[in-house]
């Protein structure tokens, strides 16, 4: 096999084929399990969510108001941008539907990939990440959510050490793509991210549950390694294999992917809300090279990053935002207007973020 059919390297930007991943690592499409889903979220019902393992047995958890828990954790590196507020919208369409959620802060894994001190990650974890969260309406403090760093968590570090057992450095390097220099802090680093992931299952949190992990499609690596492991523990600890979903990339405003490292393909979430509407301007749209051609043939707004962020952020109302994209289709919208209020509605959205962000940062900091 070629390195790029098989390894997705959640340490590096990659662009992704969705369709490819979901034939050939067992992925199931999300499409298929969504009618099934009572008042799903938004990002579920536009195809967002586009992949999942063992959803169906989550869901029967929520149809049956009986309890489960969502893992989904922050790797404190660099600043969060619009693109991370995904996972935010379905942690809080979780918390609604009863779930408990755990949500590890990878300090250690910001130290071995990323070589950020405990210090510094945690000074991000606060005023980045979880001050974000609540900003965008996360509410932290509730008694259903459990935020803790991986460096701080001692039954979170022996249970890595057991399982660790029962992996060894081929399969790492088969998932990862490791090779015999890759340092042993790196090779740790995916192995404490399963402990986060069966972490609730342990004793002490209440034993052996059904977990539902929502990550980008990049962390799949490490669910695979989980669900692998899971299933090779024995009586002693012996743990349910989790379930996932996959949610697509944000696309960067260049149309490239949005990257926290690239200020030209992405919105921070503590930039002002001018800048913010001024970066909605730069986007690259699906729009054609005149405005008489684009009367005539109408636009594109599957391959607009305008249109992308109305379906994921902006607009709720799945009938309005219908109307928006045949309107495109047809001609009679045209990208001038169409950024016009886009840009509007994003500089809306920060100027409510930034109101609560510094009330958020005091909560924030009482947590961890
Ligand atoms: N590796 C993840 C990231 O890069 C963060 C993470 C740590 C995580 N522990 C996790 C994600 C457990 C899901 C579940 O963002
Ligand atoms: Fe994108 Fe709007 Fe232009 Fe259509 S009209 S291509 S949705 S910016």
Known sequence: MKKGDYLIDPWASSTVD?????????????SEILPQIINPGRLMRRGVVFGHRDFEKINNLINTDKEFTVVTGMMPSGQMHIGHKMVVDQLKWYLDKGAILSLPIADMESYAARGINFETAKDIAINEYLSNYIALGLDLNHKNVNV????QNELLKDLTFKLSKKTNFNELKSIYGFSPSTNFAHLYAPLIQVADILFPQIEEMGGPKRVVVPVGIDQDPHIRLTRDIAEKMNDDLSFISPSSTYHRFLTGLTGDKMSSSKPKTAIYLNESPEIAEKKVKTAKTGGRESL??????????DQCVVYEMLVYHLIDDDKELKKIYDSCK??????GECKGRTSELMKKLFEDLSKKQEDSREIAKNLI
């Open 330 to 335: 047809d001609g009679s919208l045209l990208c």
């Open 292 to 301: 008489e051609e684009q009367k005539k043939l109408g636009g594109n707004p």
């Open 18 to 30: 969705y369709d490819k991943l979901v034939n050939q690592f067992g992925i199931k499409k999300f």
């Open 148 to 151: 803790y760093l991986q460096s």
